[in-house]
């Protein structure tokens, strides 16, 4: 596979609008963004309303994701192009959440939706109509998630990436700088894990850094091993959809899962392992 | 705000106050301004030491940005179409709002 197979730029993107076999979709956890103007037939899904069960700590299952695409009007021929804010953590989510269920026909716009706004392209209020489908999915794809006895059995013995900033990694802060800070009862890493932030894989607009860049910053800068098999985790499984993007998609890695349940499931465990500061 | 996401505030951030809920919490808001009105469409990144990034956010309506940093120095980066881009230091320090306006 090679980076075109996976990542189109936003001239793709505008020459495929009105493509019938490509649906266009923006996820966000701010849906608002989309209501104030998207991409052209773009449709939304909402990371967390769409995609999460409502009760337990879980994706919805196999029935409930046929049940999303078939109502959006996704088939399982369709191209589906995947952007947007954030730096495409929800779209590289979604888009690792879609190839959990099977659906290999998926591509994210590389820079995502602040490219295209920073590009000053075209955005529309219009919601697009789009036929009801009948979607089938796979059973999740076991080799691309990992749970938390998973990741607590690959302490030492495997690539652990926290990809936080290095203030959450070192414990000095439990959320993003932009967030109040909340949520897991301790903060930390999990111990042997590499601290390799999210950012470092992304140019300022968005985009990716070219491979080679990608392949030195994990192997020549974090030491990773990559002979060995990878977790990569964050505080919910967002910011880590992007390195299991980087990773999985773009270096070709074959082993690497994301760990979704992260931080706030891990710094919230009683009896696990957690270390301060920086990596040892 | 969403409790358990990690992205931007519904329609970007609409500063207003948050005095009384700060506890150890370090605050850097403000808004971007062009030629006196509000840039709504644009980013704004904080960075540490070494342009080392940090956060992001989308500007809102207001043209207004939050972020919840620890305590350090830190640098104030505005991204906007049309290569508009400024730069500022800020000071955060716990239990206070630091105030940065920003023109393009």
Redesign the interface.
Same mark, same amino acid.
């Given at each position: 596979m090679s980076r075109s197979d996976v990542l189109v730029d936003a001239d793709w993107a505008e020459s495929h609008i009105g493509d019938p076999g490509v649906v266009i979709v923006e996820v966000?956890?701010?849906? @608002? &963004?989309y209501d104030?103007g998207h991409i052209p037939t773009a449709i939304k899904i909402d #990371? =967390?309303k769409d995609l999460q069960d409502p009760v337990r700590r879980d994706f919805v299952d196999k029935t409930g994701f046929e049940a999303l695409l078939s109502e959006r009007g996704i088939s399982n021929e369709d191209t589906v192009l995947l952007y947007g804010?954030?730096?495409n #953590?929800?779209a590289a989510y979604a888009y690792w959440y879609f190839k959990l269920y099977g659906h290999d026909k998926v591509l994210l716009l590389d820079g995502g939706r602040?490219k295209w *706004? +920073?590009? @000053?392209r075209e955005l529309t209020t219009d919601v697009p109509e789009r036929s009801r489908t009948s979607y089938t999915a796979t059973e999740q794809n076991a080799s691309l998630r990992a749970l938390r006895d998973e990741v607590v059995a690959a302490i030492g013995k495997r690539n652990l990436v926290d990809v936080r @900033?290095?203030?959450e990694f070192t414990g000095? +802060?439990l959320?993003? &700088?932009? +967030?109040?800070? *909340?949520?897991a009862q301790r903060a930390g890493h999990i111990p042997t894990a590499r601290n390799v932030?999210w950012? =470092?894989a992304a140019n300022?607009?968005g985009t990716f850094r070219a491979d080679d860049e990608l392949s030195s910053l994990y192997a020549d800068d974090a030491g990773l091993d990559f002979s060995r098999d990878t977790i990569a985790y964050?505080?919910?499984g *967002?910011?880590s959809a992007h390195t299991w993007f980087v990773l999985h998609e773009l270096l070709g890695l074959p082993n690497v899962k994301n760990y979704d349940g992260s931080w706030?499931e891990y710094g919230s465990l009683v009896g696990v392992p957690i270390e301060l500061g920086e990596a040892r | 705000m969403s409790g358990d996401g990690c992205g931007a505030p519904a329609g970007g951030v609409s500063v207003t106050a948050v005095a009384g809920t700060l506890g150890d919490q370090a605050v850097v808001e403000g808004h971007v301004t062009r030629e006196g009105a509000p840039v709504s469409t644009g980013y704004a990144r904080l960075l540490g030491s070494g342009d080392e990034f940090v956060a992001e956010v989308p500007l809102g309506d207001d043209g207004g940005f939050r972020f919840f940093a620890a305590p350090g120095s830190w640098t104030l980066r505005v991204l906007a179409p049309k290569g508009l881009r400024a730069e500022q230091s800020v000071q955060a320090d716990n239990g206070q709002v630091t105030k940065v306006e920003v023109a393009l």
């Open positions: 966000d956890e701010d849906t @608002s &963004a104030k #990371w =967390k804010g954030n730096n #953590w929800f602040k *706004e +920073l590009d @000053s @900033s290095p203030d000095r +802060l959320a993003p &700088a932009h +967030l109040p800070q *909340e949520q932030p950012s =470092k300022e607009d964050c505080r919910i *967002e910011r706030t | -």
